[in-house]
């Protein structure tokens, strides 16, 4: 079990390189299931929800090679299996992307229902219907779905709300679909128009990219391909705010500003001045009075919830009292109670947040309870005065590639130990 020692107050200054997205490869590593033969996902994140995608996929029968310079390829000529078990789904939710291309692929699909998240609840009916539109016969038997079809058919699926794991599963299975399948209200997160772009790539017939209304024409077969894993967006964002909330100045390579311009244009509404050039996004901090600004979360292009957790800990370092609403998720609150420790004054009513700005954070003892949560203390951490420790930071490093190192990168004062704490 790890954790971080940080010592605040440092000023983040410098370059650093963002990864591959987490949430695109998660998508696209199933997606090569289509296919048989070997693709090749450039710029893949080398963090463990990858690598838990990786041994799910090696159960089914892929081959996988993931070298050091985040190239993944995946040889899925010899498909053994199209059982994803419960101790590899309850890991990670994101496993049920396995359900769409195993079932249009191989007509038949058997994937553990998710289960509990540390917050939620995070259902999957929208998956569920959308490949019942398609024709798939599905059963729930023993916390298993099991999903069946000789040949799934073209259908208009509506989405009573944006999903982007529903938008990704029932558009990988529409691509071998009989015919034509519209998804209207499809999620538009740039991880979904990249996972559009491989299926393209992959011989696929997809219309309105980009847009929340997907045309797919289905065909009868698809080919291994290539494509490159976009930036992480939601691990550029935590880098700017780990910039903002130290009052410094640092550049993020391979940034894309398209992809986060609501964060943007929160950061420069706290008097943080932002800079975008070809493929950069520059933060300059520079002894800035941070100015508390509301946030309210909702789907792309709309403020992440994936950015939440770190707004609330850089509003615990504003001047004034901000209110931050998840229309998303209605209860993605653990890190409150934890930036508490550390000084903030934060009271959560429903779904919002209400921050009382205070003028120095206090370095403590702190533990992670899920992914973005354990962003938003390690950035708290980097402002206090004096030393903070994050707990079961395993949490951090299923959504960031060593984060600790980019960090370190930028002049903050952070390590990683190894501890019997739990
Ligand atoms: C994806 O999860 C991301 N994960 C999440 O990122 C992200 O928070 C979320 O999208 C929202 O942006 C991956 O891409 C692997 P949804 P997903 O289906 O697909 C409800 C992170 O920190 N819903 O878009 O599971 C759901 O309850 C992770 O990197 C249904 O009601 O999210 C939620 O309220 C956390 N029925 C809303 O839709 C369904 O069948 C959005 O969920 C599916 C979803």
């Not at 420790?341 to 206090?362: C, F, H, M, Y």
């Not at 309870?369 to 030393?387: F, I, K, N, P, Q």
Request: hydrophobic share 40%; charged share 20%.
């Amino acid at each position: 079990m790890d954790k971080f020692i940080i010592t605040g107050g440092k000023k983040l200054e410098g370059r650093v390189r963002v990864s591959g997205a987490k949430n695109a490869s998660l998508a696209l590593m199933p997606a090569t299931l289509l296919a048989s033969g070997v693709s090749k996902l450039n710029f893949t994140p080398a963090l463990n929800d990858v690598y838990t995608m990786i041994k799910l996929l090696n159960q089914l029968g892929v081959e996988t090679n993931f070298n050091d310079d985040f190239l993944l390829t995946l040889d899925t000529k010899n498909i053994t299996s199209q059982t994803a078990p419960y101790e590899h789904v309850k890991k990670m939710r994101a496993s049920v992307y396995v359900l769409g291309p195993l079932l249009a692929k191989y007509g038949f699909a058997k994937v553990s229902l998710p289960g509990g998240c540390a917050w939620g609840p995070r259902p999957i009916n929208l998956h569920i219907e959308g490949l019942k539109k398609l024709g798939a016969e599905i059963e729930l038997e023993q916390g298993y779905i099991i999903a069946k079809s000789d040949r799934l058919h073209g259908a208009k699926i509506n989405f009573d709300k944006p999903s982007v794991g529903a938008t990704g599963n029932i558009l990988m299975a529409a691509c071998l679909a009989k015919g034509t399948t519209v998804i209207n209200n499809a999620a538009m997160e740039p991880e979904i128009t990249n996972l559009v772009q491989l299926l393209i790539n992959m011989g696929a017939k997809i219309n309105g990219i980009n847009t929340s209304i997907l045309e797919i024409e289905g065909v009868d077969t698809l080919q291994p391909a290539e494509v490159n894993t976009i930036p992480d967006r939601i691990e550029a964002g935590t880098l700017l705010v780990a910039a903002a909330i130290t009052k410094g100045k640092i550049t993020i390579e391979g940034g894309i500003d398209s992809h986060l311009y609501s964060v943007l244009s929160k950061l420069e509404d706290t008097n943080a001045k932002i800079f975008i050039s070809e493929n950069e996004i520059t933060i300059d901090a520079t002894d800035i009075d941070i100015q508390s600004v509301d946030v309210t979360t909702g789907v792309f292009p709309g403020y992440p919830t994936d950015m939440q957790a770190q707004w609330i800990a850089y509003m615990s370092a504003a001047k004034g009292v901000s209110t931050v609403t998840d229309t998303v998720y209605l209860d993605r609150f653990s890190h409150v109670s934890e930036l508490t420790r550390l000084g903030a004054e934060i009271t959560v009513q429903d779904n919002s947040a209400i921050i009382k700005g205070v003028p120095k954070l206090k370095g403590a003892k702190v533990m992670s309870t899920d992914l973005r949560a354990s962003a938003s203390l390690v950035l708290a951490g980097l402002a206090a005065e004096g030393t903070t420790e994050v707990l079961r930071v395993y949490h951090l490093d299923r959504g960031y590639e060593k984060l600790e190192n980019k960090l370190k990168q930028l002049g903050a004062e952070i390590e990683r130990v190894s501890t019997s704490e739990f």
